[in-house]
């Protein structure tokens, strides 16, 4: 990482949070993320390995008795280990990030063939380089409406869709899912992102997509998760074949949040996948990632999803943008929340993705009305979720009463 980050010299407190909470970023998540072996940052590669090699051992034995479903699912579990063991390494043509990477990319691909799904890893041309993204196909493969799906930094077009988890898919979505610039093999291509290039990969991710025969041009929606917010609300701004955005898991707004209060993890991540190691430099790269700009010239229909109290980008931040937005907007905010509103017990445990899938059809269905300004505020563990909650005050006075 050349000079390195001024919290670098506070490791010790990123290494103990990981060894007491079994996780390197969103502490406010109760659950384990790492295996219970690892005591420390850099212990993650190898001791996730160890899991993600048990897993596809199982995965192996059961396509060997033909229990393809059940290796299936197995498959996609070590991918997921290996996905997550390595992003923790922030170096350049190191071996075992290389190594990693080609075992998330193999035990996807085993997934695939197994669940026999129409899923292909395309090649998309983008100012002299290539993306790669998956595409993900209806049943059938008929001409219909896409969603491009936008992952977040720590996420692959590996991480989401799945042969066994597509929610756009079960509700008749194409999708496409991207390795954006620093992301997946772009990052392993060195393909680095900038403070505005990830829009304009998306952009050419679109290109793509009208000529493929499958896809409905004037049927393209976004969806996109944490960092995939912020490239999908600039995305919206730009490119005026988005007919709808639906995002979730907040990082709107400016990003002095995510990047000087938030775990050190992630300035570190970004700046490896900028290429930069001047922190100088990148303060200066941050400071122009805002997109309040960009809301009048949404005019498509926005969906936004935050917790409350998301550490990653303040809930004011987040209002600000969505008062700026031009087009129909809607904002979810979920009570108590942090940065992960997924599968919590406010939506009866199912997967946020069911939701924006909804909202996203609907849209294309004609049922929001042009005029569409409600943010809904989703309590706990009580209420119809995401079909209640409008008019609720977000602030003090008022937030608890009735």
Not at 264 to 273: A, D, E, G, I
Request: aromatic letters at 10%.
């Amino acid at each position: 990482m050349g000079k390195g980050l001024h919290r670098d010299n506070q490791q010790w407190i990123l290494d103990w949070l990981v060894k007491t909470t079994g996780r390197v970023q969103n502490f406010a998540n109760d659950e384990r993320q790492l295996p219970v072996e690892v005591k420390s940052y850099r212990m993650i590669p190898r001791s996730v390995y160890k899991v993600g090699k048990h897993y596809e051992t199982i995965a192996k034995a059961a396509e060997e008795h033909g229990h393809y479903e059940t290796a299936a699912m197995a498959y996609l579990k070590a991918s997921d280990l290996y996905r997550e063991g390595q992003h923790t390494i922030f170096q350049d043509d190191n071996r075992e990030k290389i190594f990693l990477h080609r075992k998330h990319m193999e035990t996807f691909d085993k997934a695939v063939e197994l669940t026999k799904a129409n899923v292909e890893l395309v090649e998309i041309p983008w100012e002299g380089v290539n993306i790669q993204g998956r595409l993900h196909l209806t049943a059938g493969g008929k001409k219909g409406p896409v969603v491009l799906f936008l992952p977040g930094m720590d996420m692959t077009k590996e991480a989401y869709p799945t042969p066994l988890s597509n929610q756009f898919g079960r509700r008749g979505f194409h999708v496409l899912s991207i390795d954006g610039p620093g992301q997946g093999m772009s990052n392993i291509r060195k393909i680095r992102i900038t403070d505005d290039n990830y829009e304009r990969a998306a952009s050419a991710a679109i290109d793509y997509l009208v000529k493929r025969p499958e896809i409905d041009p004037d049927k393209i929606v976004v969806a996109g998760a944490s960092f995939g917010t912020h490239w999908g609300t600039r995305l919206a701004a730009m490119d005026k074949r988005v007919k709808a955005v639906a995002t979730a898991h907040s990082v709107y707004g400016p990003k002095k949040a995510i990047f000087e209060e938030a775990s050190p993890r992630f300035k570190q991540m970004f700046m490896y996948m900028a290429g930069m190691d001047d922190e100088d430099a990148f303060d200066a790269m941050a400071a122009k990632m805002g997109n309040l700009d960009y809301g009048p010239k949404i005019t498509c229909a926005v969906l936004m999803i935050t917790g409350e109290f998301d550490p990653l980008a303040h809930l004011e931040d987040a209002v600000e943008l969505f008062d700026t937005i031009a087009g129909p907007k809607e904002m979810w905010v979920f009570e108590n929340e942090f940065h992960r509103v997924s599968q919590k017990e406010a939506l009866a445990g199912l997967e946020i993705y069911n939701f924006e899938a909804d909202w996203l059809r609907d849209v294309l269905a004609g049922k929001l009305p042009k005029d569409h300004n409600v943010i809904r505020v989703i309590k706990q563990n009580e209420g119809a979720a995401v079909y209640d909650g409008a008019g609720l005050p977000i602030y003090l006075p008022g937030r608890y009463e009735e």
